[in-house]
C-alpha cells in the first residue's frame, strides 16, 4: 500500500487514543467497584485499511498482558478486537510517537512501526457488533430480540478460567441476562451459553471486556440434556408459559402413541393428556412407561425437538393433544414379535376408539421387527395396518390414518459402512404397509464441538446413518419410505462410530421425578415428529380426509442437496432409474409444514376428493373395469402462454387406501394383494382433444389389464407411468416450460387389476374407491399471480384448495 501521509495519519491516532482514555478509566472504575477479579481494562477493536492486510499477530503483547481476541473479515476490511490491560494504552501512544519520530535503532533500521500503524484506519472502544465473528445473516436485525449466544471467553493466564467465567456470569446476570451452567473448555477459550438481546448486552462495556468472541449458539439436545434436575425444571416451566395449549375438546385432533406407554406426570405432558387417555393392550403391563420409549415420542409429537423449542423466546402453538395404548412391555422397547402383532395392533387401535369414537387421530408407532426378511412383501403384521387403515370392517367409511418408523441401524459396522450401508439396511416390518406413511431419517445435526476427535458421519441434509431403505425390495412393491424426517446423526474417529448426545433430539424423560429431558434418535423420532405434523394439518384442516393429509405431507416434502448429491449421478443428467433410486432411499425427502398447509404466491396447490367405482359386473363379460374421473385443472392458461419458455414444475399426489389380501396367492402376485390399483394420466400436447385423451387413457388401462407394458410416451416426468405406479400413494413430478403445461388441461383417474375385480365370489367388485388427487404448478418468480387467476376460472367438482 502507499505510505500514508505520517503526520495527519499519526495526529489522527493518537487524538483516537486520548479519545479511549476517559471511557478505560470509567470501565475500570466500574470494574473495581464490583470487584471483579479477572483483569481490569477495555476491549478495543482496530479497523484495517480497505484492501490492506492488518499485521493483527503484532497488536499482542504477552508481556504487557495485551491479547488478541478475535480477528474477522467483512468486505474489504479486517477488524481485530485487542484487550488493553489498565495502563495498557501507552503501548500503543509509544507506538504513535515512535511512528510520528520516524524512530530508528542504533543501526539506523526503522523502529516506527510504520508497516503496522499505516494498516490501521480507526481505533474505538469494541462493541457488541464488533465481537460477532459469526455469519452476519444471523445476528437479529431487532436489537431486543432475544436469543442463544455461544459466548467465547479468554482464558487470560493460569489458574484464571473460572475466575473469567465468575465475572462474565456476574456481568451478564446484572444486565439481566441468562448464562447456562455448562461450560466447554478449550486450552485458551471458554465457551458458555448466554440468552439475551444484544441491547441487553450493550448496556454493559464491562462484560463485552471479557469477551473474546461472540457467535450464534447451535441449539443442541446435549446442553439441555446435561443440565441438573431443578434447572431443567426452570426450563420446562418457561416453555409452558409460552405454550398455546388446546383443552380436552373431543374436536381436538390427537396423535394416538402405539408405543411402550407414557408417563403423564411429566410436567409438559400432563396439560396435553388425561388420565383416561392412556390405554394398554395388557392390563398386567400398566399403562405407564418404563421403558423410556413411549415419553420421549409422546413429547417429540407434541412439542418436536424440545432443544429448538427451548431456545427459543417464540410462543409455541400445540394445536392437537396426545393419547396413548401401552402395546409392548418394558422389554423389547423398540422391536416387537411380528407373530403377536397384527393382533395387538388390532387391539391397540380399539382402545381408544371404544373410549372416545368421536375423535380424529393418527396413529403411530415406532415398534418393528427385528428384521427385515419379508423385504417389501406383506406380513400379517403390514397387512392388519393396511386393513386398520382402510377400515375394512366398517365398509371404509372411516378410513385411519398412520404413521410408521422405517426401523432403525444401530449395529456399528453398518455405521463405520456408511453410507454404503444404507443399501442394505432395509424397512423392517410393518414399514411395508401400504397404506401408512413410513418415516425414513435424515439430519442437519452436525455439531461435534467440544469432541475435536469426532466428526459427524452424515453432512448436514444428508440420511441419518440411523435409518433403513427399501434400495434392494422387488420393484413390484411399494416405494418406501415416502418421507424423512429429523432422526440425529452419528460421528467417528479412528477407533469407529458412536452416538453423541448434541447429535440427537432432545425430548420428555419417562421419570420426571429424576430428569425432565432425556435424547431420542433414528426413525422413532423422525415418525414421532411426523406424527406431530400430520396432526398440526388435521387441525389446520378438520374436513379433509385421511387420504389428503397423507397426500399433502408428502406432496410437501423436498430433498434436499445432500439427499441429490448422495445418490443421483453428478456427471449426467440422471434417468428416471435413477429416481427411483434416490426414492427408495429418501422418499421423496423431508415434509414442510408450510408448504402443506399453505401456497406461497408462486405456488398453487389444487386438491380434490372423490371417489370412483372402478370394477363392475356386467351380463356376459363377468367383472370389468368400469369408471375413469376426468378433471379440469384450472391453471390460467393464457398466463402460462405468457410465460413462454420459463420453467415450471407440476407435482402429482395421488393418495387412496387399499383393502388388504394377504393370502398366499396374494403374496406372490402384486395384482391380488390390493383390493384395486388406482392410475393417473395427465393430458399431452398429442391429445388433440378431451376425446382424444379419453381413448388414449382408455386404451393405456386396457394394455395394463391384458398384461402388457405400459408405453411411455411422456418423458418429462421423473419416474414415468412404469415407475411410480407402487403401493397405494403415487407422486410423481412433471419439469419443462410454462407454454407446454398449458396445454395439459385435464387429468385422469382410472382403475387397474385388484382381487375385487378377480375374486368375484367374495362380492367386493360393486364398491366405491375413495381417493384424494393433488396437483400443483410452481414458476419461478414472475409478474404473473396463479394463485389469483385461478379463481377466475370454474372450479372442478368437489375442490378443496389448499393456499394463503
Known sequence: MPALPRQQHGASLRGQIEHLKPIAAAAVQAQKDLQLESGLGLQIQFTGQPDVELAFESLANDT???????????????YANVFVPDGGLAHFEKYVADYLEEKKDRRGQARDHRKLLDAIASIRAAEVRALWTDDLDLLPLDVAQAFWWEVWLPVRGQGQRQTVVEDFKKLARLAECVVSDQQVNFPERTVLLMYGSEQQLSRSVMALNCVAE??????????????????????????????????????????????????????LLEPLMQADDLHTVEPAWG??????????????????????????????????????????????????????????????????????????????????????????????????????????????????????????????????????????NLVHDPGQAWNAITVGAYTDKIDTQGHPSLKPLAHAGGLSPFTTTTRTWDRAWPLKPEVVLEGGNA??????????????????????????????NATSAASALCAGMAAQIMAAYPQLRAESVRALLVHSAQWTDDMCAMFLPSDSAPTKEDYVHLVRHCGWGAP????????????????????????????????????????????PKEELEALQDAPVEMRVTLSYFIEPNPSARGVVSKYHYPSHRLRFDVQRPLDASTEQFIARVNAAAQREDEGDAVNPSDPNWLLGERQRHRGSLHQDVWRGTAAELASR??????????WWRTRPALERYGLPARYSLLVSIQTQQTNVDLYAAVFQKIPVPNPVIVGP
Request: aromatic share 6%; net charge negative.
Open 491 to 520: 460421528a467417528k474417529d479412528e477407533l469407529g462410530a458412536v452416538g453423541m448426545a448434541s447429535l440427537n433430539l432432545l425430548t420428555t424423560h419417562h421419570q420426571p421425578v429424576e430428569r425432565l429431558f432425556t435424547t431420542s
Open 214 to 267: 461472540l457467535r450464534y449458539a447451535k441449539e443442541t439436545a446435549e446442553f439441555f440434556d446435561g443440565m441438573d434436575v431443578d434447572e431443567q425444571h426452570d426450563w420446562s416451566a418457561e416453555l409452558l408459559a409460552r405454550a398455546q395449549l388446546q383443552p380436552p375438546n373431543e374436536a381436538v385432533p390427537r396423535v394416538c402413541l402405539l408405543d411402550s406407554g407414557v408417563t403423564r406426570a411429566h410436567p
Open 745 to 754: 388441461g385435464f387429468i385422469a383417474v382410472y382403475p387397474s387389476a385388484g
Open 592 to 635: 414442510d409444514l408450510s408448504r402443506a398447509l399453505w401456497s406461497a404466491s408462486d405456488s398453487l396447490t389444487l386438491l380434490v376428493e372423490d371417489l370412483v367405482h372402478p370394477y363392475a359386473k356386467v351380463q356376459g363379460k363377468g367383472i370389468v373395469t368400469q369408471d375413469m374421473n376426468l378433471h379440469a385443472l384450472p391453471w
Open 64 to 78: 504487557k498482558k495485551i491479547e488478541l481476541l478475535s480477528v474477522r473479515r467483512e468486505g474489504n476490511q479486517t
Open 287 to 424: 399403562v405407564e412407561d418404563e421403558a423410556d420409549h413411549g415419553t420421549g415420542l409422546a413429547g417429540l409429537a407434541a412439542y418436536g425437538d424440545l432443544a429448538q423449542a427451548l431456545a427459543s423466546a417464540d410462543p409455541v402453538q400445540i394445536p392437537h393433544r396426545l393419547e396413548s395404548v401401552k402395546l409392548i412391555p418394558a422389554e423389547g422397547a423398540n422391536e416387537g414379535d411380528a407373530r403377536h402383532h397384527a393382533y395387538l395392533f388390532m387391539e391397540g387401535v380399539a382402545r381408544p376408539e371404544i373410549a372416545a369414537p368421536e375423535r380424529s387421530r393418527v396413529f403411530t408407532s415406532a415398534v418393528t421387527a427385528s428384521d427385515y426378511r419379508d423385504r417389501g412383501r406383506p406380513s400379517s403384521w403390514s397387512a392388519a395396518v393396511d386393513g386398520l387403515a382402510a377400515n375394512t370392517d366398517g365398509a371404509g367409511d372411516n378410513p385411519r390414518l398412520f404413521v410408521l418408523s422405517a426401523g432403525n441401524t444401530r449395529e456399528a459396522q453398518a455405521w463405520a459402512d456408511y453410507p454404503d450401508s444404507l443399501s442394505t
